[in-house]
């Protein structure tokens, strides 16, 4: 897929907000239900689900349905400024101790508190 020149700046904002950022750093390490991810980053569903809906706008991230949940995961097909800005938050942004801190939260909840 290629990216625009006109959707480029709506990509930068995407990782320009903290909490897509920390959205995105969850994302990075599979699938993850929206309950899980207010859960971890202590913000409502309306707040989490607003961010991902621009993350999809901007293809970054994809959504399936299982039932009454909604599984967000990193977009496979991501465009190269896409890729090589998540790469980004993998191997740069992770030493931040908010996005280091998310990702102890996320492992502790694997398998007591998850959805479905």
Avoid at 35 to 56: F, G, W
């Amino acid at each position: 897929m290629r990216l625009a020149l006109a959707t480029t700046p709506d990509v930068f904002r995407a990782f320009a907000d903290s909490t897509r950022l920390r959205i995105l750093n969850l994302l990075l390490e599979g699938e993850v239900c929206v309950c899980d991810l207010c859960m971890v980053l202590n913000e409502t569903q309306p707040k989490i689900s607003r961010h991902l809906a621009y993350l999809r706008r901007v293809d970054l991230v994809t959504v399936r349905t299982e039932g009454k949940w909604k599984y967000y995961a990193v977009a496979k097909h991501s465009g190269g400024i896409q890729r090589t800005l998540l790469k980004c938050i993998k191997s740069c942004l992770r030493e931040l101790e908010e996005l280091q801190n998310d990702l102890e939260r996320f492992r502790a909840i694997d398998g007591s508190g998850r959805c479905g």
